[in-house]
């Protein structure tokens, strides 16, 4: 199979929908699981390994035929130049992940303009192209907590954000497809998930990836894309590196989620490479980037109905009314609907909302 034959969908033998493959390019130690036990100002000392992996991500990617989009922190950029042009001259689309892996809604709408603007210089400047792709730490952009993200993110220069984990990581009932949360601010791309009875089942890689049996995932896969959806699957390099060092006081929660199926990763990512067709995010989703100007149109500028609903009502009235108060507030550009316009446990929502309970 030729890569160059089909640059957004090198696996295009593979019947099905075109999904997005992603990768967040971070260390080891930098992991959220790790905080409170490695401080920042250990990073510099402890061995680095994220390049290494990489390399072999890349390598994985180039035996597949597959580009991929890099979510990668600008902290990785600055000591790993050679690596950033590599993902580049690969055909790759890079992309932010912010600069030093801090959590949105712990950071604060002035920080949080200071990392994206930091991490795109140092990406773009880096890898010599622009970067308008961003993916929040641990998924951290929550319609609750930070209703001003998508804007920010604008005035930044990105085009897009992929930055939001539907079920209760999200804070609240969130679209499973792509919407702008404000007139003003980038497309939200949600991290796939799928409604199961009352449950939101993620369908996206990472942790969960590795603790659910394959033909499982696959299985889910297969149902999202049956449903007419695109998937969007991330890991991290770390993920395929199951002799990275071991950190004495990890409790023990936090050492299975981190190791749990490491050994088996690189040959189930080489399974699913070769299960799907995969492509770059900008490129997967490329309508939706192109098109839609207001919360809750789809591409071709048609009402999505939960979309709407889910966006001014989770956003529009709880989010950037109650909790945008500063001077960094967005405005809300459309009126709110009244409570019961939205109703997220209906089966009529399945496939753009998740009912997923508030976070605690
Ligand atoms: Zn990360």
Do not use: K
Request: proline share 10%; glycine share 12%.
């Amino acid at each position: 199979m030729s890569a160059a034959a089909a640059p957004a969908t090198a696996s295009a033998t593979t019947p099905g929908p075109v999904n997005a493959m992603s990768i967040d390019v971070e260390d080891w130690f930098q992991v959220q699981n790790y905080a409170g036990l490695i401080g920042r100002e250990r990073w510099d000392s402890l061995p680095r390994r994220v390049e290494d992996r990489t390399r072999e991500v890349l390598a994985l990617f180039a035996a597949s035929g597959i580009r991929a989009t890099f979510f990668t922190l600008g902290w990785v950029a600055e000591r790993h130049p050679a690596l950033i042009r590599d993902i580049v001259a690969a055909g790759h689309e890079l992309a932010s992940h912010g600069y030093g892996h801090e959590r949105v809604f712990e950071i604060g709408a002035a920080r949080f303009r200071e990392d994206v603007r930091v991490a795109r210089d140092l990406l773009e400047q880096a890898g010599g192209v622009a970067v308008t792709g961003y993916r929040a730490p641990t998924f951290s952009v929550n319609p609750g907590a930070t209703p001003w993200a998508h804007v920010v993110l604008a005035e930044a220069g990105y085009r897009y954000s992929s930055s939001i984990f539907p079920g209760p990581r999200a804070g609240g009932p969130v679209p499973l497809t792509p919407w702008r949360p404000h007139p003003d601010g980038v497309v939200e791309l949600p991290m796939t998930a799928l409604r199961l009875g009352p449950a939101c089942l993620p369908v996206s890689g990472g942790g969960p990836f590795r603790a659910t049996p394959h033909t499982l995932f696959a299985a889910a896969l297969r149902r999202v894309n049956a449903a007419g959806r695109r998937g969007i699957f991330y890991f991290h390099p770390w993920e395929i590196d199951p002799d990275q060092p071991r950190m004495p006081g990890l409790s023990a929660s936090r050492r299975l989620r981190h190791f749990l199926g490491l050994q088996r990763m690189a040959p189930r990512l080489a399974r699913l490479l070769g299960e799907f067709a995969w492509g770059r995010v900008e490129t997967v989703f490329a309508a939706e980037l192109a098109a839609p100007t207001a919360p809750g149109r789809d591409a071709a500028g048609r009402d999505a109905p939960g979309g709407e609903a889910l966006g001014r009502e989770a956003l529009g009235r709880e989010a950037l009314g109650a909790g945008a108060a500063g001077p960094n507030a967005p405005r809300p550009a459309t009126p709110a609907p009244g409570p019961g316009a939205l109703d997220p446990c209906a089966p009529a929502h399945d496939a753009r909302g998740c009912n997923a309970p508030r976070a605690a």
